[in-house]
């Protein structure tokens, strides 16, 4: 061990002598590297040439170009996550438009999507004139991604903008392997084009179903070697045959399908079972049950749309399968047709096994299954039933259930999902997104994330979004271990030095506040060695924070000494001066959020406010400051594009959340920039108005509406009269449903679809029936009184003893609901003290109703009745989560299927 450790201190100290080199002997080394191969080496080399002083002009075009022979080396090695690391450290090296050549935008086309591109690179498409092997990479990738509407931004790209209409025509056909139609597109595309290549390649593929193998080898030749078809190409011309065959069976007629079809719509079971037979034993001969399951699984549709009854279905199932197999399959279309989805899930899980008899697979197969759960969870915001109250005790285990708790059922059902396969990515990240506001919903999400510290030791995820958890719970110690272990990791990961900033700037504002001034230096000090462009911001805001702070000490602490605005505002314009527009602004709303927390006003509670915290002088003079600067750069929103505009008004991340006041910055633009909205797309307002509607700033959201439905060019006018009424709504100046019924019917069915996304997006901002019509998307809630829980003590009053609990309580509901349909449903205190009298209705109208042995079918269909003619959904719906687990343990099943349903 001895040996070891010396021969480790040799080479250190050799690495670190390698590096003290002057700046330029740096550079000639890192260059000899990168050509000799060793693009590792040339990387530490050329960045110790940075840290030494060197211009990054010089540098960046060969850091860059070293990280992508980099990560081309990587993938090679069949090591993908890394490569795309570093490809994302090479995006911070990208050298300016003029200094970047052909190769290096060829490169970086292959690397990064072209949306990326577009982003990080904006000027490389607009100022130069683009080669044809650029030209065809871009081609390539419209065409693999269809995304038209980056066209204007390749504004210098005139040949690619001459053909793009007949690709884009092309495109759509040939993702849908429609190749005869496609070529027939592209004929008027000339042989010089970028959109020559798909040309060949669908005639090629129509020479290859015609069985034309030569004339397919021709066309393939003519597809360049550096496209992106070019792959596939040279498949097809060495040997066609490589291209496995989809199917070598015997195949089913249409005239068999087709017949299926019939039989199934005129109800005939017993002949749709006899032809399902007969096409299972054609597609799985060895086992026919699992193409009969397959099968039955395509008819899903056709139950949805009501052509198929679920009846039927349960019919056809066990008539064809064996019973194991029937449950399964019977299970499985359920859950995949709920909305909640927790009850078919576990009735799906118990039946798991008949169609995964192999444990590996089987527990795989539950662990989707179960975070698909959540995700249902998570979309059905409509039921109000918890998941514990709705499952029999049994199905607890299956989920992996303890607590009563609504909040913690699906971090609990994450966690259960990631026991049995601890490779699930997908329920990790759900898991780290979950709300996670009690103590114990966080020990959970700790829990999960530290196995999967275990399950992927090379990924750094899990250790930033253990570090956040860490944070919240004030465990900063914690936080710092695992940071440490994220940056051991992946030292070159932006998301890790990123999150190094947060956490130093963390610690800075805890000594800020505890008046330790040369430790806060000695953290942002440090943070200003680490920041990169996405925290440059943030880091220049904490940085004149400090000086505000240092600067008037005796303010701050006795009150004595005053600050100098010009002198802060100075200091700020200078920290400034250099940004970019976009970055200039962000900077500026950051410290302006940082010095108090939104936009200045100078009369009312802001004055109060700031002069409570730090003295009316100190108020007064933040204000000057902001003022000054914001006025300095008001020039800066002309250059702003309507992306940038856009993100300068949305909500800061949660990052943000420990180091600001508020993440809500849209009042402090529109405080000094009201006509920022005007640069805004129409495609990029509705992000916009919801976040100004969480800051409350409902009168600049209805003006910039009301001035775009003025416009003839508004190009989504119903979209935008739909967000007018939720404004008005939310300001209180109208409480009609009319209006949300009139919107909603003259929209089209995808702008519908769009409504009712932005409804539930909106609702979190509303209170009330609105907040409830907007979650459901239902406004004939707004037409329905308030209900007070006098109202229903009244209605139950007796004259003497009140409500009297001996007497059928279901009666008296269902009296209630008869005589006054509209009437919202009780409060759940009321409903409370019904629980027990209600149970023992139930049980007595089963008895009544001679239930006991029915199927659960003709239970549930008496139930439907009940809910629908008799409008007493809410009886249902509002009673029976306050059903606690051992009550509804004690339910007879006929009582269960009665108020559970489905």
């Known amino acids: ?211 034309d193998d030569d004339g397919m080898r021709r066309a393939l030749a003519m597809i360049p070697e550096g496209s992106v078809f070019s792959p596939l190409a040279r498949a097809l011309a060495e040997d066609p045959r490589r291209i496995d065959v989809l199917w070598d069976r015997p195949v089913f007629s249409q005239e068999d399908v087709a017949l299926l079809m019939d039989h199934l719509k005129r109800n005939r079971i017993p002949q749709a079972a006899a032809a399902i037979g007969k096409m299972a034993s054609i597609l799985s001969p060895d086992t026919p049950w699992r193409g009969a399951a397959e099968i039955l699984m395509a008819l899903r549709p056709m139950t949805v749309n009501g052509e198929l009854h679920r009846d039927s279905f349960v019919h056809l199932a066990k008539s064809v399968l064996p019973a194991p197999q029937a449950r399964c399959v019977v299970a499985k279309m359920d859950f995949c047709h709920s909305k909640n989805g927790i009850v078919d899930a576990a009735r799906y899980l118990k039946e798991l096994d008949a169609e995964f008899p192999e444990p590996g697979q089987r527990a795989r197969a539950a ?182 702070e240092n600067t008037g000490q005796m303010t701050l602490f006795s009150g004595a000494a005053g600050l100098d605005p010009d002198q802060l505002a100075d200091a700020a314009e200078r920290a400034v001066g250099a940004f970019p527009p976009y970055q200039r602004l962000t900077t500026l709303g950051l410290i302006a959020l940082d010095l108090h927390g939104g936009p200045p006003r100078r009369h009312g509670p802001y004055r109060k406010t700031i002069g409570r915290l730090f003295g009316r002088s100190r108020g007064d003079t933040y204000r000057k400051t902001i003022d000054r600067l914001f006025k300095r750069f008001h020039g800066d929103t002309q250059r702003l594009t309507s992306a940038e505009a856009r993100d300068l008004l949305l909500p800061l991340g949660k990052a943000f959340a420990p180091l600001m006041p508020t993440l809500q910055r849209a009042g402090v633009y529109l405080h000094y920039y009201p006509r920022l909205l005007e640069r805004i797309k129409d495609e990029d307002l509705p992000a916009v108005l919801e976040a100004l509607a969480a800051a409350e700033c409902l009168k600049a959201a209805k003006k910039e509406i009301q001035r775009r439905l003025k416009l003839e060019t508004t190009s989504m006018r119903n979209v935008f009269d739909f967000y007018l009424i939720v404004v008005r709504h939310l300001a209180g100046e109208i409480d009609d449903a009319a209006a949300f019924e009139k919107s909603v019917r003259a929209a089209s069915d995808k702008e519908r679809e769009m409504l009712r996304a932005a409804s539930r997006r909106l609702a979190p901002y509303a209170k009330g029936r609105l907040a409830d019509a907007l979650r459901q998307f239902d406004f004939e809630i707004l037409n329905r009184p308030e209900f007070s829980p006098a109202d229903f003590d009244d209605r139950f009053e007796d004259d003497e003893e009140g409500p009297d609990f001996d007497t059928d309580i279901l009666a008296c509901l269902m009296d209630q609901v008869l005589s006054d349909p509209d009437h919202p449903p009780p409060p759940p205190e009321v409903l409370k003290t019904l629980v027990e009298p209600m149970i023992q209705s139930v049980e007595i109208l089963m008895d009544q109703m001679r239930l006991r042995g029915l199927p659960r079918e003709i239970i549930h269909l008496i139930r439907d009745k009940m809910k629908g003619e008799f409008n007493g959904e809410w009886i249902f719906d509002h009673f029976t989560p306050l059903l606690t687990p051992a009550q509804t343990e004690k339910l007879s099943p006929e009582a269960w299927e009665f108020l559970f349903g489905k």
Not at 35 to 57: D, F, Y
Not at 478 to 493: H, I, N
């Open 367 to 548: 662990s989707l299954v179960l975070t698909r759960t959540v995700r249902k969870m998570e979309a059905n915001v409509r039921d109000p039933i918890p998941a514990t109250f709705r499952l029999p005790l049994p199905y607890w285990e299956i989920l992996g259930l303890h607590s009563v708790d609504p909040a913690l059922n699906p971090l609990e059902i994450l966690l259960k999902a990631i026991e049995l396969d601890p490779t699930n990515r997908e329920a990790y990240t759900l898991l780290a997104g979950k709300p996670r506001t009690s103590r114990e919903a966080k020990a959970l999400v700790i829990r999960g994330l530290e196995k999967m510290m275990d399950a992927f030791p090379e990924d750094p995820f899990p250790c930033l979004e253990l570090a956040d958890v860490y944070d919240e719970k004030n465990a900063y110690r914690k936080a710092e271990q695992v940071l440490a272990e994220a940056k051991r990791r992946a030292p070159y990961d932006p998301r890790v030095a990123d999150r190094h900033v947060t956490a130093l700037l963390v610690s800075f504002e805890k000594r800020l506040k505890s008046g330790k001034l040369h430790l806060a230096e000695e953290d942002l000090q440090k943070a200003r060695a680490l920041c990169t462009d996405r925290t440059l911001p943030l880091v220049t805001a904490k940085t004149i924070r400090f000086k505000a």
């Open 1 to 211: 061990m001895g040996k070891q450790h010396k021969r480790a201190k040799k080479a250190r100290a050799k690495q670190k002598e390698k590096i003290q080199q002057p700046p330029a002997e740096l550079i000639r080394q890192g260059v000899a590297m990168h050509q000799s191969g060793n693009h590792r080496e040339a990387i530490v080399l050329l960045k110790a040439a940075l840290k030494a002083g060197e211009t990054p002009e010089a540098i960046k075009p060969l850091l860059f170009r070293a990280y992508l022979a980099r990560a081309a080396q990587l993938e090679q090695k069949g090591m993908r996550v890394e490569a795309e690391t570093i490809r994302q450290n090479a995006l911070a090296y990208l050298p300016d438009a003029s200094a970047m050549t052909d190769d290096d935008l060829g490169q970086l086309l292959d690397a990064a999507p072209l949306e990326t591109v577009l982003a990080y690179c904006p000027g490389c498409f607009q100022s130069r004139r683009l080669s044809a092997a650029v030209l065809e990479k871009i081609a390539g990738q419209l065409m693999l991604t269809r995304r038209w509407d980056l066209l204007p931004k390749l504004s210098a790209a005139e040949p690619l903008l001459a053909d793009a209409p007949a690709a884009r025509q092309a495109a759509d056909r040939m993702h849908a392997g429609d190749w005869e139609s496609a070529a027939e597109a592209l004929k008027p595309v000339r042989r010089s084009s970028p959109f020559a290549s798909a040309r060949m390649l669908c005639r090629a593929m129509v020479c290859f179903y015609a069985g």
